[in-house]
């Protein structure tokens, strides 16, 4: 490949990263990579989420289920340092000039100005496709150069239960839909139970190991430093992605670090925001954006209650961290009512984040109602409890159900809390 070298752009260089990340990607397909890849026939496909989810991975598989070990396909990431004085429109032109036919682009929002950058792609250079990773906190409308109408854009989320069990355990589960699981949840959980005793194991300690350490893909690299590696996600977010995205000064990011563990301390959380403000040194009008940023972030979940609607900017009326593996990592002792309640909200936010820029509504999608723990599209109202969790709260209330954790099948309404984990 020595004539892909002009002036100080090498592609040697990247071609050569690129072979050494496929050749160490794992074998496992994350739950949006068939939509994705159904979706190729678009020039500007765009995947947003948290660190640590399986972006990175996502595009080599493609890459590598498309092109094979070909020049005509190539990842980079903006935290090359060549990106540091170099124009990514340039680089993309010159891939093109030299046969090239997909570029994904990882970090892309770690790029000064890369909305106008990939616009100007797009437009300029038909016959190169483009597929750029991000930050879940990117709101593409919102850019200066909108690629909300040219872009196909995916949210993906952390691992789902039924993802964990399949990659770690070997099994093949698929997914089911929330309905599906309301009407057959007995005959759904008995086959999935008839499985696990085939292979001689059992599901409710598999399911505390998840919600403890099964979230993040990167558990696959060794179970043993995942704590410290989410830690130090956590900061990454907080330090680097924030101020790059969100325009958050860096000399805040410490009072945010400290409003993120006071909160991380009392989840699920009833916000007070003048106390929040008094103990952090922030103003309230920041606490209400910065929490908005986190809620963007995905390091927290935001719930307002039955006819409030969601508005940004306005006081939550419960607070959770975005999941399970981020309470063990900021709380030596989490409470085990608030990780149940936790990984619902996780789950039913996940099995319907769908296109990044067309979310539900709180109130379309889930809210705290006036019984009950939750309220899902307007209709199902669940109680969240323990293996003894009685009826008296939703007692009377149409379409209720109690979420039980520590039984294996259900029975009546009565399911268990682990198969809300085979929503997607």
Not at 200 to 228: C, R, S
Not at 313 to 340: C, F, H, I, Q, V
Not at 363 to 372: Q, S, V
Request: one cysteine or more; aromatic letters at 12%; proline letters at 4%.
């Amino acid at each position: 490949m020595s004539n892909y070298i002009s002036g100080n752009i090498d592609l040697n260089t990247f071609f050569s990263i690129q072979q050494e990340r496929l050749n160490r990607m794992p074998s496992y397909r994350r739950y949006i990579y068939g939509a994705v890849n159904d979706a190729l026939s678009q020039r500007l496909i765009g995947i947003l989420g948290s660190r640590g989810v399986g972006k990175t991975t996502l595009m080599l598989q493609i890459i590598k289920q498309r092109f094979g070990i070909s020049d005509k396909a190539l990842y980079i990431s903006i935290d090359h340092p060549y990106f540091e004085a170099n124009p990514l429109y340039e680089f993309a032109e010159y891939f093109s000039k030299y046969g090239g036919k997909l570029l994904c682009i990882d970090e892309v929002h770690k790029y000064s100005d890369w909305s106008n950058h990939i616009k100007a792609i797009y437009d300029d250079i038909p016959n190169l496709q483009i597929i750029f990773s991000g930050s879940s906190i990117l709101q593409l409308s919102k850019q200066k150069g909108d690629l909300s109408r040219r872009a196909i854009i995916y949210q993906l989320c952390g691992l789902s239960f039924r993802e964990y069990l399949n990659i770690a355990y070997g099994f093949d589960f698929k997914s089911f839909g929330i309905e599906d699981i309301l009407k057959n949840h007995i005959a759904i959980g008995s086959k999935i139970i008839g499985d696990f005793d085939i292979k001689e194991m059992k599901i409710l300690p598999i399911f505390k190991e998840y919600l403890d350490i099964g979230y993040y893909p990167f558990v696959f690299e060794g179970k043993e430093f995942y704590k410290q590696k989410l830690t130090e996600i956590l900061n990454n977010t907080l330090e680097t992605d924030l101020p790059f995205t969100a325009a958050i000064a860096i000399r805040q990011i410490s009072k945010l670090k400290k409003l993120l563990y006071l909160l991380a301390k009392s989840v699920p959380f009833i916000p007070d925001i003048t106390e929040l403000a008094r103990s952090t040194d922030i103003s309230r009008p920041t606490i209400y954006d910065y929490l908005e940023k986190l809620k963007d972030a995905r390091v927290l979940l935001l719930l307002q209650k039955v006819g409030t609607g969601y508005q940004s900017l306005s006081k939550p009326d419960k607070l959770y961290l975005e999941n399970t593996n981020l309470m063990g990592a900021l709380s030596l002792t989490p409470d085990k009512g608030t990780m149940r309640e936790t990984f619902f909200a996780n789950q039913i936010i996940n099995a319907y984040a769908g296109y990044a820029d067309n979310r539900f509504s709180a109130n379309e999608l889930i809210a705290i109602p006036k019984n009950g723990d939750f309220l899902i599209k307007g209709r199902w109202t669940f109680e969240v409890g323990g293996k003894n969790k009685k009826e008296k709260q939703i007692s009377g209330i149409p379409d209720s159900y109690i979420l039980a954790d520590e039984i294996t099948i259900g029975f009546g309404k009565r399911i268990p809390l682990w198969l809300m984990g085979f929503l997607y």
